[in-house]
């Protein structure tokens, strides 16, 4: 099957463990039987190639995630960037352009999109592959996937089948209702509208071709700052009478705050946490190496990384977003592709931060106008270029790189590295790439 | 006066703001006018410092403590070190006899032994200074304050003076009583001990001649190791039939749980904390650069240091020490003398290490015989030597250091380092001191 994972999202609600940088779908939460833990993407692509090895997967983006992707998947896996947001319908005709040009997915062929942190089990994946099977079928021009809802919730909208056969064709779609509203959808057969639909290619494309001018999927990625904004919802779904939809009775999950991911934790604390006998219904995500002593507590949910220290009652997880958006605050850890960083210190003009880069990998090639820096090889071995200048370095050795200069690393064991910033003006836009041959 | 303050204690019941080498009486927690903070050593010593500008103020403590006091009240102040813990009696000869032989305070003056740590306002040394008058009278040859009992607590001793005066002579003394029994004391006129005394110096010095051989100060201190463990009370006050007590019915409290530490503070927070309106009762005291959110905690005392994170009942801080005990940690942070230093991060052979140095002060001339290290002059001008080859340093350069070269620095302007160690075996009791001439 051919499936495009949507995958977006801020680190609001899941502070301090996403940031602006990570988004919740790659905070490693969900226990392996090794006693690893996994990030919901890992999950997902896990699952999908559980239930389809052969599943032909594209991780439709922005650019911000695709190191974040490649450290955790690999390199093998589908990524069609988005060079900035024009909200779902331009997406999803730049993934459907990409798999016909790029990946060579013919237009008979179905295409499923689905959001990528659903926590689900594998009789979801079964069923969207289903999905796909139907819309290679072409009784309708787009099928979807419609979750039976297990109460009358008014964060989702609703799907209105014409029966209540497992398959049926779709009468209507209703916004987001209050709950009143909802138990009388879900008496008439209503469906939850979990985002999940499959067509056939041709027909999408012939959608954005009728939208958008262009010519491929180079030309479209080119011109993808000057589309207009619009949502697949609007621009296809609203004007498109023929669609089916398949009801799905597993469990299906919306991860979206600490309270519902706490409940998805297999065990109740991750990481250096000491918890007494009198705490109740609490969950602990430690990420730094610090110990967290827990006393006392009840309904409640801490939570703790580099970026910051969340401690909330259960129920009030909800309403984490507007204090996130108020804080404003400079990224202290980023997963990368070459592996990872983490801010150590700042100070008034110099900023010390932690690099671990995986044996093989290499910080591309690049200079600061405005800074100096020191790379202090703490362990590993790994070479190191400064101006056209190579050399090896081994633990201990250090690196001092003047603003302007060129300079680049590549890690031939596992590295760690101590990197000190040094300059008025620090910061990550002060970076300018260069080749290197 | 000569007012002899005994500060003990370990770090365990207020971590993570106290570790082995930071006792609970130097975190800065008590707000000045200015917005500034003071530990309890520092508010204490400004108190006793207003009630009387002439006070002649001595700290009795152990080697680990020095650093902190040190940078906390400046050089200026009498410190008493004692080598080894002998129990109370051994480090009241020792205190004495410091200020005999060291101080040339004469035998017919007071002394008043006073735990550094009472949470009171400034009657209470107006009280401690009287208690010295009284015992200079020589009408008693120990003169306590008792503290009048609020409630009948069964955490402290209580003292049974013949008589419900002002001022009256001792009849005995109770242990920590139940309840029930703390109640019955109070309605016959007992009083709490506080561990607040006063003698003339040379009954003490008399004492300490009796059961100690020794000939003067140093002989005492030099010999200090080989003295028999023995109480203040046993071997005095137990002895002794000649005691009157001074009431005191002025604020008095012991702070000795994140509890009681609450309670004392002005504002509900200290450091980056983000408390939602339906937080109630909640203290955070937040030593991390990172913010602390807080939301629909109730009742709940949060401590965040580069120790460990604490977040408890407030009622369940009183049970905190066997979790301490238990976690065998290293220490993260410090204060000395020169400044402070914390522990950024932690490799397998390695440790990165953030040196605050204050303008004149230097790192004693040491060795390491097991790792190397470097130090990242990040700000501030200064002297590094190594190996008898001193050169002026400034923000950016970077000195490396090999095992068993000695070095040292000293900071010309208070200076930022980040010293990264690398070693198989490392471990603070690796360090071997030189003169430095």
Redesign the interface.
């Known amino acids: 099957m051919n499936i495009v994972l949507l995958s977006g999202g801020s680190g609001k609600r899941l ?2 463990l996403s940031n602006d940088v990570r988004s919740k779908q790659f905070i490693k939460l969900f226990k392996t039987e090794d006693n690893d833990y996994l990030s919901m993407v890992q999950r997902v692509y896990n699952q999908i190639c559980e239930v389809d090895k052969a599943a032909n997967v594209t991780i439709a983006t922005s650019k911000t995630q695709v190191s974040s992707i490649h450290n955790q998947l690999g390199k093998q896996v589908g990524v069609c960037v988005e060079p900035c947001r024009r909200d779902t319908f331009p997406a999803i005709a730049l993934a459907t352009a990409y798999l016909h040009d790029v990946k060579g997915v013919s237009e008979d062929e179905a295409v499923i999109v689905c959001p990528v942190d659903p926590y689900v089990n594998l009789d979801y994946f079964q069923a969207v592959k289903k999905l796909g099977e139907l819309a290679e079928l072409g009784d309708s021009n787009l099928t979807l996937m419609g979750i039976e809802p297990t109460y009358p919730s008014e964060k989702y909208g609703y799907i209105m089948p014409t029966d209540k056969e497992n398959i049926s064709k779709v009468d209507s779609f209703k916004e987001k209702p209050d709950t009143e509203t909802a138990k009388t959808y879900i008496s008439q057969g209503a469906l939850w509208n979990a985002g999940v639909f499959a067509y056939k290619l041709g027909y999408m494309l012939d959608k954005a071709h009728e939208l958008i001018d262009f010519d491929n999927y180079h030309d479209l990625f080119n011109k993808y700052e000057t589309l207009t904004k619009i949502s697949f919802d609007y621009a296809v779904v609203e004007k498109e009478d023929n669609i089916q939809v398949m009801r799905f009775s597993g469990q299906w999950k919306d991860l979206g705050t600490w309270n519902t991911f706490a409940e998805a934790m297999e065990d109740a604390t991750i990481g250096k946490v ?1 918890m ?1 006998d ?1 705490c109740q219904d609490v969950n602990v995500i ?1 990420e ?10 009840k309904n ?1 949910v ?1 939570s ?1 990384s ?8 259960k ?3 909800d ?2 977003k507007p ?2 958006d108020n ?1 404003d ?1 400079d990224i ?1 850890f980023a997963d990368k592709s070459w592996g990872s960083y983490r801010v ?7 900023l ?1 931060i ?1 690099l671990n880069i995986k044996a093989g990998s290499w910080l591309s090639y690049h200079s600061h106008a405005s800074r ?1 820096e ?1 790379w ?1 090889i ?2 590993g071995q790994g070479e190191v270029t400064v101006d056209e200048d190579s050399r090896q370095v081994n ?2 050795d ?1 690196i ?1 790189i003047k603003s302007g200069s060129k300079h680049m690393i590549k890690a031939i064991t596992d590295m ?1 590295v ?1 990197e ?1 910033q ?1 300059g008025k003006e620090i910061s990550v836009n002060d970076k300018c790439k260069f080749k290197f041959d």
Chains 1, 2 share one sequence.
């Open positions: 502070w301090p000491i007494n009198t430690n730094l190496d610090i110990p967290v002593l827990c006393m006392g507590l409640v801490v703790a580099a970026q910051g220290i969340l401690i909330s009652d129920e009030e997880t309403f984490i204090f996130v804080m605050e202290m150590l210190s700042k100070g008034e003009d110099s010390t932690k100096d020191i202090n703490v362990s633990k201990g250090v001092s760690e101590i000190i040094m």
